[in-house]
């Protein structure tokens, strides 16, 4: 399993969001909802309004806000979504974030079929087309990336819209109308035991919903690694609004990006996007964690390198790195030295992170994740072995079974001054 560079933590954070936006939950016996009536009837007006809708499209922006003391950061994704009931779907995204080449792709169910394809990855998926618009939305086998469902949107358009907003819900109130654009609105609150979330509806018999804010502050505590301080929002905005438009069947045509291949799942392991093994390591240098820097060619002709591209946002990396640590360890005297090179993210949280797990590595700072980009880290963990000749020997994405194994048969056949690529040494 492997996290894409730069929009795993977006992405955890879109599916805590999503769970804050009606998504069944299983607590424990709790007070019945304190639900304000008017609020509820707001709600009620916009879910039948969906309801009843047989096509649909809209844009949707998504901006994530995460800010720890003076520290902010922010990031905006955008979607376009045309759909026709029962199970016609066509969606374009492209996500935001730290990386340097856009992340972007589409979904498209043609009633029989639903297709995803990510451009950058040059693959796509196939499967059989779910029966309803809901059942599109909430298949995690064919969806890979949570971007590509329009969070809160998908909730209005399951076959119970507003038994699926509310399910969770703790309370609701009515904050009263707002202009925006010379149109009024109607502003309702969600309280959920993980966050807050605010709606504008549209006053009238058009009642479409212009943006929602979602405060996920509390569903940090759930999350290691994160400064008390740290608040998290998303906003979400609604443009270009078309109900029951005339969309032309080509719409929900799907064609396969020029040299795109079909695969079963985007997790499978593909390092074609890598930096090749045989090839001269890029030259870099980089700050260390603790002040000095490090520059790869200092070791040609003495170490062995490992490099290791990772987030402390990353699951797999977490899973990884305690075993790539242990193995550098055992192999420090041999010649061989581990730089854990992380992707964009600041010093506390990288001290915080390898504190919390007790992890004595040498951390080098690639800020903006350039030398990432350099080295094909599209997926992190990515793991580099770089010989003393200074090319690069292997080359490993994903937290792969067996890779104790592995790297220690690398790692001898590189100490015993073996080439793992068959070039002479």
Known sequence: MRAIKGLSAAIAVLMLCSAALGQPKAPPEKPAPKLDPKATEVIRQMCDYFKVAQELSVDISYTLTETAGAKKSERTSTVHMTVRRPNFVYVSWELGGAQTVPISGTLVCDGKNLYVSIPLLKQYTAGKAPEDLGAVFSSKDAIPLVAAVPLFLDNLLVSNPYETIMDGVLGTSYAGTEEVAGAQYRRVKFVQEDSDVEAWVAAGDKPLILKAMVDATRS??????????????????????????????????????????????????????????????????????????????????????????????????????????????????????????????????????????????????DKGGAVGDQYGAVYIPLTVIVGKDGLVQAVHGGLRAGMKKSLTDELDALVAGKSLTGEKK
């Open 220 to 365: 940090l505590k759930h999350m290691e690694a994160v400064p008390a301080d740290a608040q998290m929002m998303l906003a979400i905005r609604f443009d270009k609004w078309a109900m029951n438009p005339e969309v032309p069947d080509e719409r929900f045509k799907f064609v396969p990006p020029e040299g795109s291949q079909k695969v079963a799942s985007f997790s499978e392991p593909d390092e074609a996007h890598t930096i090749p093994a045989g090839t001269p390591a890029p030259d870099f240098k980089l700050p260390l964690l603790g002040g000095g820097q490090m520059t790869l060619s200092q070791h040609k002709g003495k170490e062995i390198v490992i490099l290791d591209f990772w987030a402390s946002w990353c699951p797999p990396c977490r899973t990884s790195m305690p075993i790539i640590e242990e193995i550098a360890a055992a192999y420090k005297d041999k010649g061989v030295v581990l730089y854990a090179v992380n992707q964009d993210e600041d010093a506390a949280t990288i001290q915080k992170f390898l504190a919390a797990q007790k992890l004595n590595v040498t951390v080098a700072l």
